[in-house]
């Protein structure tokens, strides 16, 4: 009797253990999932070293075209593979754009942080006119509730800042 519960202990614990390395396998790195987005998303951006993003891994690289064209771009291919805008988190001006996707279901990001959910955050900023520099990088967030995944995000300004700055005579 002694044998048999032993072998059903043994059992049980094999089983468990091979759920959870099955669930554990399923996450998939981030920097992965980030060369599998879709290429006009990652087109013109490069590995870059990301110390706060899940995986400290992240794309960059400097596109041409306006905010709102690339952000465009982005909103059709993205949606095309699957991923999901959070519209309250998107904010966008003459100085670029900031939005968070959720990621296609199934796809699950690993070293995403217990208790949040991995996001694929697009952040855009204007270098010139017509230039922007996209950074693409995955960060673990708070998930949303229902009533939030459906609020738009406020309109943004489209006037450009006009800082003023003085600058001392003679400085430069």
């Known amino acids: 009797?002694?044998?048999?519960?032993?072998?059903?202990?043994?059992?049980?614990a094999g089983t468990a253990t091979l759920l959870f390395i099955g669930q554990a396998a399923l996450a998939q790195p981030a920097?992965?999932?980030?060369?599998?987005?879709?290429?006009?998303a990652r087109q013109g951006l490069a590995p870059l070293f990301t110390a706060n993003a899940i995986g400290q891994a992240?794309?960059?690289?400097?596109?041409?075209?306006?905010?709102?064209?690339?952000?465009?771009?982005?909103?059709?291919?993205?949606?095309?593979?699957?991923?999901?805008?959070q519209p309250i988190r998107t904010t966008i001006g003459a100085w670029g754009f900031s939005a968070?996707?959720?990621?296609?279901?199934?796809?699950?990001?690993?070293?995403?942080?217990?208790?949040?959910?991995?996001?694929?955050?697009?952040?855009?900023?204007?270098?010139?006119?017509?230039?922007?520099?996209?950074?693409?990088?995955?960060?673990?967030?708070?998930?949303?509730?229902?009533?939030?995944q459906g609020q738009q995000a406020p309109k943004s300004d489209a006037t450009p800042a006009r800082p003023s700055i003085s600058v001392p005579r003679g400085l430069f």
Do not use: C
């Open 100 to 148: 968070t996707w959720a990621p296609p279901t199934g796809t699950s990001v690993d070293g995403t942080p217990n208790g949040q959910q991995a996001v694929l955050v697009t952040q855009a900023t204007a270098l010139a006119p017509d230039k922007l520099n996209l950074n693409l990088r995955f960060e673990g967030v708070a998930p949303l509730s229902t009533q939030e």
């Open 31 to 40: 920097a992965k999932v980030l060369n599998n987005l879709p290429a006009q």
């Open 1 to 12: 009797m002694h044998k048999n519960l032993s072998s059903v202990t043994a059992a049980i």
């Open 58 to 85: 992240g794309l960059n690289g400097q596109r041409k075209g306006s905010p709102q064209a690339l952000l465009d771009l982005l909103k059709a291919s993205l949606s095309k593979a699957g991923y999901a805008e």
